[in-house]
């Protein structure tokens, strides 16, 4: 467990608070490319980490987050005029481009001496991966490269990229994806499950069997440059393990440990909303082949356990607000929860906790070791930068691009082993300069 003021100092990411000022030192995807598809579109209102914000694309597909009030007067520049290279306020006429300069005053004599020097709040922006990431920490540690996720490097017809609003702390969100002991219970079917009934559930009968009949997987973990690679062995056939090897990259990045060799990959990143809820961003990725339609299709409905069915705002269909559609009848019948979807399973179980968990009050079992690595990790690097130490991993984007995923081997072998034959690198890392 942790003790009540560090469960506050890991919780919190508003303004000005030590995790928040740590983690605006990374790049975070703030919206998707999609959200802003085209040169003057209508802009966005976002909020990242408790600040209200301003997501445009002016007339030459440039990106600008800027904050959404005009200098003059406090009028909301989200009625504005996206025209011309600038958001133009509707009240009086003054416009402001990407980077926040007021570019145009319209009301103001040439000759005041203020005259085309107002700015508003911008942050810098880049597009990678089909996502807009903005860096919100201060401009002399600003690192040059978002992190460099595999899922951004293949090309555009190898990646689907959507996202999901959940609603509690980012970071019991977190811990959920990087507690695969979970998978025994929380994802399994019902014991009266009938194979027609399978739409929602896992489809591989060996996994399931191997998930089902050994509930305390046996954790080690690798540490990186930007993180560590946890690896859970279950007992499987006589003489074999089921490996499930999990990443997790400072301060908000994870990849799934679901695929087997051949398979699609799967990541996640979160940006806080504010203290109560966050963006998950999710992404499927296949280094050596184009995801067909067909997959799309299914991710859109919310196939393949890590994509949730959404509705309007990329909020999911099933959710806090109506109890997640639970059936008890198909929690007797069909599923371990009563609830269609892995990931709503997910974010059910999440959201539960509380929209902020209190930590004081926890168990921890020895399946616990990802979560508790994952807390102590993102403690010392939050305080390490409030004594005044700069972080390393926002300037080590390369180091992003790791691999997670599942593993059937022989007992006998080793996490490191299993690594190695599995991924060809100890730490799942993926060159990509020598691919």
Known sequence: MLSATDNAYLNSSEPDTPMGNYLRCHWHPVALSEEVAKPDCAPIRLKVMGEDLLLFRDSKGKTGLIEPFCAHRGADLFFGRNEECGIRCIYHGWKYDIHGNCIDMPNVPKDAAYHGKIKIKAYPTQEFADMVWAYMGPPDIQPFEVPQLEAGLVPPSHRYVT?????????????????????SFLHMPAPAFRKDDSSN???????IRWLRNDPAPRFK?????VG?????????????????????????????????????????????????SCWMYVYAWHPDQAISDEERKKYI??????????????????????????????QKTISFTGIRGIAEQDQMAQESQGYVIDRTKENLSPT????????????????????GKKPDSPNKAKDYCVRGGGAHT??????????????????????YANN
Not at 201 to 207: K, N, Q, T, V
Request: negative net charge.
């Open 228 to 276: 560590f690679l946890i690896g859970g062995a279950r007992n499987a056939d006589p003489g074999d393990h089921y490996w499930r090897l999990t990443q997790y990259m400072l301060p908000t990045h994870s990849i799934t440990p679901s695929a087997m060799p051949n398979e699609t990959y799967y990541g996640y990143s979160w940006v806080p909303i504010d203290d109560h």
């Open 410 to 431: 022989k007992s006998s072998l080793a996490l490191e082993q299993v690594m190695e034959e599995r991924f060809g690198s100890i730490t799942g890392k993926v060159d």
């Open 201 to 207: 559930i896992a489809a591989d009968e060996s996994r």
């Open 221 to 225: 973990i690798i540490d990186h440059e």
């Open 301 to 330: 409905k919310g196939g393949y356990g890590q994509f949730a069915e959404l509705g309007p705002g990329y909020v999911p269909l099933r959710n806090r607000s109506n109890s997640y559609l639970m059936s008890r009848e198909e």
């Open 163 to 183: 996202k999901r609003l959940v609603e509690c702390n980012w970071t019991h969100s977190m811990e959920g994806a990087l507690d695969t002991a979970h998978f």
């Open 368 to 387: 616990d070791v990802g979560i508790i690595r994952f807390r102590k990790l993102l403690l010392q690097e939050a305080k390490a930068f409030a004594a």
